[in-house]
């Protein structure tokens, strides 16, 4: 079964860095999703990424896929507080019919 | 557009009852739905999922089932809860053989006491 880690799990970071979540997973799969949880709250989706080299980016949040190396990045460019959230990474199961979801990466961001 | 309707958004229950949470959706036709938990600061765990009536997949051996009576309703129930039921319900849904995109309700927060 496609099993998917992310790290880190915990991230404080100042406001105007750039950091890297790194997400790798187990099996092959042509495809990647990203999805971001504000506290108390459910999920909403942020990127679909479908093909290997597959890049989106939606304003500060960039996501890549490299299928090769079973390895997806979500790049944060200029950290600002809205962005504090979880971010999960998830794959297809090996079925297809679902979703298996890393534990996700808690970010702060801080003055 | 399609919509996804989860209730109730929070629930309290002792140890012991049954329960049973409810999910539609609107907008779309023959979708795949799924339940998920998301234990108090983890990751979440796909509990069930459905790819049409009547069809149901257990991911998670537990005392929890699902069922499917209508194309875009997904019910979840137990007989007896336990504490360790406590968490965050939710319910998703897809659309294809091969998922591309799971759009999520907004969840049950389900306390057992």
């Known amino acids: 079964e496609l099993k998917v880690e992310q790290n880190p799990l915990f991230l404080s970071m100042q406001e105007g860095k750039n950091y890297t979540i790194y997400c790798n997973y187990s099996?092959?799969?042509?495809?990647l999703y990203w999805y971001r949880q504000d506290p108390g709250k459910s999920l909403e989706s942020l990127f679909v990424l479908l093909s290997n080299g597959a890049v989106k980016q939606e304003g500060r949040l960039m996501a890549s896929l490299d299928t090769k190396a079973r390895l997806s990045t979500l790049h944060i460019t200029a950290a600002v507080h809205d962005l504090s959230a979880t971010y999960f990474c998830a794959g297809n199961s090996n079925s297809g019919y679902a979703l298996n979801f890393g534990k996700g990466t808690s970010l702060l961001v801080t003055p | 557009s399609q919509t996804i309707h989860q209730w109730p958004a929070t629930l309290v229950q002792p140890v012991g009852s049954p329960l049973s949470l409810e999910c539609t959706v609107e907008g779309t036709s023959n979708p795949n739905l799924y339940w998920y938990r998301q234990a108090a600061g983890r990751g979440l765990q796909l509990l069930f999922y459905?790819?049409?009536?009547?069809?149901i997949s257990s991911e998670v051996p537990q005392n929890l089932s699902a069922s499917r009576p209508q194309d875009r309703q997904f019910i979840l129930s137990s007989k007896k809860l336990l504490l360790s039921d406590s968490g965050f319900y939710l319910c998703?849904?897809?659309?294809?053989?091969?998922?591309?995109?799971?759009?999520f309700g907004q969840g049950t927060r389900l306390t057992v006491v």
């Open positions: 099996t092959t799969s042509d495809r």
């Open positions: 459905s790819v049409g009536i009547g069809q």
């Open positions: 998703a849904w897809s659309v294809g053989l091969i998922v591309t995109e799971a759009f």
